[in-house]
């Protein structure tokens, strides 16, 4: 075999094992793995829509993304979610924006007393509202989904039935939740929600001002014999991607997210408002738990002293240069078009 054969057989040899290089790792890669943090417990509803949304991405992109879901704070704590995500330790998070009021002021305007009926409700006003003013603190991230608690209601271990019996009680709630909690004259405790086992049985505090679901999802209904129907605000949620793992993403799944946003929001509202009715029937049949609905003179008392609330709000956003007032008259606008 003379040189220049030999030679060109090298040349035809390097150039395969070239396109070995590029090509087989492309292939042996595999899906695109994302990783979702939240921090509730895996049967609460914070973590159902989470696996719901990870099987609709993985089954509308054929397989291209594999979603590895981390429930009950095994990824990130409760209150440091949009700061992990910002920083890359997780490439999705679930927040409760409840729980940082002072940081999340446009989208907690939602946990102000504005007859919000239900979580299907306050899922698709929140979603809008995020849409119409884009507040800042989502700048750094993109944003996959949005939707709220149903209505809080007081769980306690001793019946609540009027302003007297809620006087100087410990209940465990945050954000907008604790100040209403306070304008009726109990002490609000904050605290994430799954501290709030512990403090029960420890007695710290003697129950908790939250949606319904809960006396399910956490047993509250095993400790808190008594519910007194209030009916008031809820708690906001949001799910937040990493921007450099979302640019990173091939269009076509870009628009898969895309395309689930307000499906998920509206997703979650409904299985939400289903899940209370369940948890509340389950409470009763299963635990004897006393539901108290408040007589039309006294709910009337207990609502008197949360209006000074949004006021109260309104000018603390103004003070921070936002269109605080545009922000109610919008939520009032988005409350009645969505419970038609």
């Not at 009950?72 to 409760?78: I, K, N, Q």
């Not at 956490?218 to 008594?226: D, L, V």
């Not at 289903?274 to 004897?288: E, F, I, L, T």
Request: charged share 20%.
């Amino acid at each position: 075999m003379n040189k220049k054969v030999i030679l060109s057989l090298a040349v035809i040899f390097m150039g395969a094992a070239c396109i070995t290089a590029f090509t087989v790792p492309a292939a042996l890669a595999g899906p695109i793995q994302l990783s979702y943090a939240n921090f509730p417990p895996a049967p609460t509803f914070p973590c159902v829509q989470m696996e719901r949304w990870k099987k609709e991405v993985e089954k509308h992109t054929n397989g291209k993304v594999k979603v590895n879901t981390y429930p009950g704070s095994t990824l990130l704590g409760a209150k440091n979610r949009m700061d992990g995500v910002i920083a890359g330790q997780a490439d999705i998070g679930n927040l409760c924006m409840a729980y940082q009021p002072g940081r999340f002021v446009v989208t907690n305007a939602t946990s102000l007393p504005l007859g919000i009926p239900n979580s299907r409700v306050g899922s698709l006003a929140l979603l809008n509202l995020y849409k119409k003013y884009k507040p800042a603190p989502f700048a750094k991230v993109k944003a996959l989904a949005m939707f709220t608690t149903a209505p809080t209601n007081i769980m306690s271990k001793v019946p609540v039935r009027s302003l007297d019996d809620i006087k100087g009680l410990d209940l465990r709630a945050s954000g907008g939740a604790a100040q209403i909690l306070g304008a009726w004259g109990a002490n609000p405790v904050g605290m994430p929600m799954p501290q709030t086992v512990e403090a029960l049985q420890k007695g710290t505090v003697k129950g908790l001002f939250s949606s319904l679901e809960s006396m399910k999802d956490f047993k509250f209904a095993e400790m808190c014999k008594y519910v007194t129907m209030t009916e008031t605000v809820i708690y906001p949620f949001a799910v937040v991607m990493n921007m450099d793992s979302w640019n990173a993403l091939p269009a076509d799944v870009q628009k898969v997210m895309n395309d689930l946003v307000v499906e998920q929001s509206e997703w979650t509202g409904n299985y939400m408002d289903n899940h209370v009715n369940k948890a509340v029937a389950w409470s009763k049949s299963q635990q004897g738990v006393e539901f108290i609905k408040l007589s039309k003179k006294e709910k009337a008392q207990w609502d008197a002293k949360l209006e000074f609330l949004t006021d109260k709000w309104v000018k603390g956003a103004q003070a921070k240069g936002l269109p605080a007032q545009n922000i109610v008259d919008y939520m009032d606008m988005l409350i009645n078009k969505y419970s038609m």
